[in-house]
Each structure stands twice: as structure tokens, then as C-alpha cells.
């Protein structure tokens, strides 16, 4: 039988404001990052002309961001990272996930997981919620919507639209879900094997498991993205 091992992180809701807070560890570095275990949070702003980007993380797991953005592009993806795992796709038993985010009005962003396989050979990106921006497809539309390479596919109860293309790490997959969330629960062993029926890839290795957010914009206007709770069993 597969070993389990879980981690949950969980925040609770406070009204404070944001200049109250007291955080475990807060920093405002373009690769800042913050180790707890098999986790690690990770600002992430990799993307051209960013402006100012704070993480923040606390004892026990709770960990968010605020950032001040504008323009078009990515301009970071913070995020929370559970790696180092290096098992075959083929070979997966338990994986699944749980997460639970505030995601702020106003603003040009994907909540979503990057998942990589082979290093950083393989990206497959979950969606969850977005917003004024679209994923990496195959094709597009001439008003720029992308093509969908696998329309409606339902993967443990989850219908997904599936796009695949090239990204900037090379092939990348991502589904999204057609009715949005801010909460809920995946089955990540399931939806990698399902992509092995695709063809797409063979056998990889998965590499490590992320959740956080693509920045594009925040219209210019400070706003704090927030994961309130997030777990991964294998």
C-alpha cells in the first residue's frame, strides 16, 4: 500500500490590516523564498519591468503575497512548492491536493498549479480561477482566443478544457476548469495519467508540485493575494 504523508496550511481570516501584521518571515526579493519541510514558498518575479512584490509566510504554513503591478506580461509567479519527489507517472499511487485562496477584485491573473516533469522538461498548469488573461495554446482565434486541444474532459469529477502548446520551458499543458474555484480538491495521480493516454508525454518523472499565482496586473494598485489553506497527500 502507498505510504501517506500530508501537510496542511491554514490561515485564518483576520481583518487586521496588512501594515498590523507580524509575519514569521516577509521579504520583498525577486527569488525571496521560505523553507518548511517538504514546502517551500517562493516570490518568483521573473517576468519584465515588475513592480514592487512582497511574500510573506508563517509558521505552520500560512503564506501570501502583495504586490502592486501593472502593464501586460507575467510578471511573477509566487507560489508554494512541494518537491524533490521524482517518481515515474506510471508508478503514481495517492496524489492528491486541497487548496482554499482570497484572490483580489480588479486585477489580470491566473490562480493555478504548475506541475513539471523531467525537471523542467514537461509543464502541465491547473487552473483554478483567472482573470484578463488566457494559457499557452496550440492556436488562436483571431481575436486572440485560444484554441482548445481536448474540449470538456472530465478527469475524477472535474470537467477540465484542455490546451497544449510551448511555453517558454518548453511543452506545456494546461486545464482549465470550466466552472471556477477558489477552493477544492484534485486528484493529481489521475490527471497526470490521463495525459499519458494522450501520447503527450512517456513515463516522466513528476518533479515537484506548485500552487500560486501568475501576476499581470494589479491596475496599478496595491492588493494582497492569499492562500488560506493547501495540502498535498501522497
Avoid at 478527469?155 to 506545456?172: K, L
Avoid at 484534485?186 to 500552487?211: E, G
Wanted: net charge negative.
Amino acid at each position: 500500500m502507498p505510504t501517506k504523508s500530508i501537510f496542511s496550511f491554514l490561515i485564518a481570516c483576520a481583518a487586521l490590516p496588512l501594515a498590523g501584521r507580524a509575519h514569521t518571515f516577509e521579504a520583498d526579493g525577486k527569488w525571496a523564498s521560505w523553507t518548511d519541510g517538504k514546502y517551500t514558498v517562493s516570490n518568483d518575479v521573473w517576468g519584465e519591468h515588475p513592480g514592487p512584490e512582497t511574500v510573506w509566510a508563517d509558521a505552520g504554513g500560512a503564506w501570501g503575497v502583495v504586490t502592486t503591478q501593472v502593464g501586460d506580461g507575467i510578471k511573477s509567479y509566487p507560489h508554494i512548492d512541494y518537491g524533490n519527489l521524482a517518481i515515474p507517472v506510471n508508478s503514481l499511487g495517492i496524489l492528491t491536493t486541497s487548496f482554499r485562496v482570497t484572490n483580489p477584485d480588479g486585477c489580470s491573473y491566473d490562480q493555478a498549479y504548475d506541475i513539471w516533469l523531467n525537471g523542467t522538461q514537461y509543464e502541465v498548469m491547473i487552473w483554478n480561477r483567472w482573470a484578463h488573461t488566457n494559457p499557452i495554446a496550440r492556436s488562436y482565434n483571431w481575436d486572440g482566443t485560444p484554441n482548445t486541444t481536448y474540449p470538456n474532459v472530465t478527469i475524477a469529477g472535474v470537467a477540465y478544457d484542455v490546451y497544449t502548446g510551448t511555453g517558454g520551458s518548453g511543452a506545456c499543458m494546461s486545464f482549465l476548469r470550466r466552472s471556477q474555484v477558489d477552493s477544492g480538491t484534485l486528484d493529481l495521480a489521475a490527471i497526470l495519467k490521463w495525459i499519458q493516454t494522450t501520447k503527450w508525454y512517456d513515463n516522466p518523472r513528476l518533479t515537484s508540485v506548485q500552487n500560486g499565482w501568475e501576476i499581470i496586473s494589479t491596475g496599478g494598485v496595491r492588493r494582497e493575494f492569499r492562500m488560506d489553506s493547501y495540502s498535498v497527500s501522497q
